[in-house]
């Protein structure tokens, strides 16, 4: 009986996990969304009048999917939204309107899909598998139907050309940053990955993209050029500046608006804040509605920006210590992380990291390390499929950085170790995994239901 959450997951992932330990391989040869495909056709969840975004990339799509939403419901649209992974509870992958799809809603759309999924599911050989994300979009689409969402704005997994979401018609394809990630799944170099994220585009769509490296941008062009799609690339110069550092927030420019008030405190959102904006922009031509350039779409874009909100990313979670939190795992993502927070630190700053064994955590450690007076080391075994160095090789590669290194086996642990050494004036940096983001968001209880 699915009368939980716990037990709906168990439902969902139930195929997928008999796979667990065997070897993994390329997407193009692992992963079949024709099964997503017919377990859409079969429950009629493709034909609602729903227009879609697909957003892909390799940083910041969570972010650029949750500020087009906020826009566009502005514009007085009913937004859809898929996002992962979530931060504190399962449901807020899905939402309407920023809120978290109602458990009881999850659960009985689950119930009314599951004779089409088991009739798909028992017909698989052992080899094969019905993606948990495939069911995630299944529930997703029913719930938006039942909510009479006509935009969604929908975050691809991973890759793209073979993620479950690309299943959907859509008439956008937004591209965040590309860079090499799941090289055993994706490919090993540039051209591959970004062919993968490519696959969202669909014929005669438009595609719009951040500035890439040229290895990635040649891969985007092709399927392009391909599927007769109109593609407009962001040049560096296009992208919003930043005016200045305010309580909460940034101010920036970018013309028509001219000064934004954006209220995230990363400088790496204001690249997708500007990529969400003219995003948006091409869809409003398509859809109709106020022009972009009249009165009352600046003003809507405006006041849509001003109440964007996005937790866990470079997020001020307290005062006495200054406390920031951001899913800083990569090097790129921490040198952003204290870019974003540098005018805001007071001494002495200690920085909380917790990376898993898969990512350059020594280079995460040197990244923090350079502005950090101690580094404190934990982890986390919410998931058991996401492992952590050693203490002993965390330690070593730590204090290859920095003079002053701990270990915490849990987060409450280092927060209480971090807390002694920070005092009420200090600041305390957590760069940290997502699943550790959001033991975050459940020991300051941060509503995470809402955006």
């Known amino acids: 009986m699915i009368d939980s959450i716990d037990a709906a997951l168990d439902y969902i992932f139930k195929t997928r996990r008999r796979l667990d330990g065997a070897p993994r391989g390329l997407d193009e040869y692992t992963r079949d969304i024709s099964l997503t495909r017919s377990l859409l056709e079969r429950t009629d969840l493709l034909s609602a009048e729903c227009d879609y975004a697909v957003v892909a990339g390799s940083r910041g799509k969570g972010s650029v999917t949750t ?37 009881e809603d999850f659960l009985r759309i689950l119930r009314d899909l599951q004779p089409t999924i088991d009739s798909i599911t028992e017909a698989l050989p052992d080899s094969q598998y019905l993606s948990p994300q495939g069911i995630f979009l299944a529930i997703a689409l029913r719930h938006f139907s039942e909510r009479n969402v006509n935009i969604a704005v929908l975050e691809v997994g991973r890759g793209g050309r073979f993620d479950d979401i690309a299943v959907v018609p859509n008439k956008l394809a937004v591209i965040a940053p590309i860079m090499l990630e799941h090289t055993a799944l994706l490919g090993a170099n540039l051209e591959r990955i970004a062919w993968h994220k490519a696959g969202i585009m669909k014929e005669r769509c438009s595609v719009i993209t951040l500035p890439q490296d040229q290895k990635a941008m040649n891969a985007l062009r092709s399927e392009a050029v391909k599927q007769g799609a109109e593609f407009t690339c962001l040049s560096e110069d296009e992208l919003a500046k930043l005016v200045a550092d305010l309580p909460g927030g940034q101010l920036i420019n970018l013309p028509p608006y001219g000064e934004l008030f954006l209220p995230l405190l990363g ?98 450690f040197r990244v923090m390390a350079s502005v950090s007076d101690s580094l404190i080391i934990t982890e986390t075994d919410i998931n058991p499929n996401t492992r ?22 849990d987060l409450p642990g280092a927060l209480l170790m971090a807390r002694r050494k920070a005092g009420d004036s200090g600041t305390i940096l957590l760069a940290v995994s997502l699943m550790l983001v959001g033991e975050c968001m459940l020991i300051w209880d941060v509503d995470t239901s809402t955006l």
């Open 267 to 364: 400088r790496y959102q204001i690249a997708n804040a500007t990529l969400a904006i003219r995003a948006v922009e091409l869809l409003q031509q398509d859809l109709g509605g106020d022009a972009p350039d009249s009165p009352a779409f600046n003003s809507a874009i405006a006041r849509g920006l001003g109440g964007v909100k996005w937790l866990g990313r470079a997020q001020q979670l307290d005062e006495r210590p200054a406390i920031f939190v951001d899913g800083a795992i990569t090097v790129a993502s921490a040198e952003s992380f204290v870019a974003s927070v540098q005018e805001r630190l007071r001494a002495p700053v200690i920085s909380i990291v917790g990376v898993p064994r898969d990512r350059d955590y020594g280079g995460v």
């Open 67 to 103: 500020i087009m939403a906020k826009l566009l419901e502005t514009l007085g649209r009913q937004v859809g939204t898929i996002t992962s992974p979530h931060l504190a509870h399962w449901n807020e992958r899905i939402r309407v309107s920023g809120r978290m799809i109602p458990t």
């Open 388 to 409: 952590f160095p050693t203490s002993e090789e965390a330690l070593a590669a730590a204090r290859a950085w920095s003079a002053d290194v701990s270990y915490a086996p």
